[in-house]
């Protein structure tokens, strides 16, 4: 009986000796846990609140028109430069031959104007050889009055001194010094020199009339001259004018031109159509979305990190990925920035917090991760998927 109790004494304590151990244990292994769950806490930095995010192109109109052809459906990929969707071009069409045709039209007025310019400076040179050769034929009428002048002096000089020997003869046939005969040769001296004089007279004044009118054909050269370069000046301001209206009309060609060329819509880039929302025969008008195109290649991740972590969080530092739609799947990444202000900070109603009910909450800022290794063609991750980023800080 002795025995057995003393048996059972020793399982109790036996029993107990092993609890205690087990429990120990225990603590130690979750001691050791904590510790490097802390140590692994301090070099990884994990968030749920992350998403893929990326380029998402809007294709809408940029002129209102009517659908004519649509090329694409939902979720296709197209390349870069693919025709997605046509515009009914007729009336856009009809307004580049307009404008084509009014170009024309100015060109060919421009061309008027420089052959008009050409003609204009021709008779320019017309008058100013009128004006030169007018002015050459003033001068030589002017030298002749002057030789007229020097003539007249000379025949008044031979008149004079005819008179003065008319007198001595005069007087000397009075004393019978001289016979009659002298007495008539100078009588006929003095008449023929004062015949000549009065000749020299008349050619004097002939020659003065003569220049007095030339100088009005000089005077109507001239003015000619001025007439004709005011025509020429008139030609200009109209060639600048004719410009003007050719540079108006080349722009509105070019205005109908890329009007034209707008009827039909290209991808901008390699990605997926989205959100389709035209159809044929749909009226659209400019600016209105017609559907999107989602590259792909260029995705990125957006973690919303809790302020308190970002004394440790560094552009550059290594980022390991897990995506909820791949569960056994790591992408590696790197942190490319830290947005410059909270996501609330630049919601559409950022909160307003009122000094009596102020609760203050831990702010989350955006930080973008970039994937390192690119795209995987069998792991394709979409723009809004879920995902958990863990930032390696020691990294």
């Known amino acids: 009986m002795a025995k057995a109790e003393n048996n059972h004494v020793n399982n109790n304590k036996r029993k107990k000796t092993i609890a205690l151990s087990v429990f120990a244990v225990v603590i130690i292994v979750g001691i050791i846990i904590g510790l490097v769950y802390v140590e692994y806490k301090k070099t990884h930095i994990s968030t749920d609140d992350a998403f893929v995010e990326g380029t998402i ?13 649509v090329y694409v459906t939902g979720n296709q990929f197209v390349k870069k430069g693919s025709l997605l969707l046509e515009l009914e071009d007729d009336i856009y069409s009809e307004s580049l031959k307009k404008a084509e045709s009014a170009l024309r039209a100015e060109q060919k007025r421009l061309k008027e104007i420089h052959a008009s310019i050409e003609a204009q400076k021709k008779k320019i040179e017309f008058a100013k050889a009128s004006l030169k050769k007018a002015k050459i034929t003033k001068k030589a009428l002017e030298s002749l009055v002057e030789a007229r002048r020097s003539e007249l002096k000379a025949k008044e000089a031979v008149l004079e001194k005819a008179r003065k020997d008319l007198t001595r003869a005069e007087n000397l046939y009075k004393k ?17 020199a004062e015949a000549s004089v009065q000749a020299a007279k008349a050619l004097l004044n002939e020659a003065i009339v003569t220049v007095k009118g030339h100088e009005s054909a000089v005077k109507e050269a001239e003015a000619q001259l001025l007439a004709q370069e005011a025509v ?4 200009k301001a109209t060639l600048k004018s004719q410009k003007e209206n050719i540079a108006r009309r080349s722009a509105e060609v070019e205005i109908a031109r890329l009007n034209l ?20 025969g749909n009226q659209v008008q400019p600016g209105q979305p017609l559907m999107a195109l989602v590259p792909l290649d260029d995705v990125y991740i957006v973690a919303n990190y ?6 440790r969080i560094k552009p550059g530092q290594k980022v390991k990925i897990k995506v909820d739609a791949y569960p056994g799947k790591t992408f590696r990444g790197r942190v490319h920035s830290i947005m410059a202000g909270t996501g609330a900070a630049f919601s559409l109603f950022p909160p307003e917090n009122a000094t009596g009910n102020y609760v203050k909450v831990v702010q989350r800022v955006p930080v973008k991760i970039v994937l390192e290794d690119g795209t995987d063609p069998e792991h394709i991750l979409r723009i809004g998927m879920s995902v958990v980023p863990t930032i390696l800080t020691d990294e």
């Open 176 to 192: 019978n010094v001289i016979p009659e005969d002298r007495l008539d040769a100078a009588r006929m001296a003095f008449s023929t």
């Open 306 to 311: 809790k302020e308190t972590k970002l004394d």
């Open 57 to 69: 192109h809007t294709i809408a109109a940029r002129i209102p028109g009517t659908v004519l052809k």
């Open 232 to 235: 020429l000046g008139q030609l």
């Open 261 to 280: 060329s707008y009827t039909k819509i290209y991808a901008p880039a390699d990605g997926y159509v989205t959100k389709k929302s035209v159809e044929v």
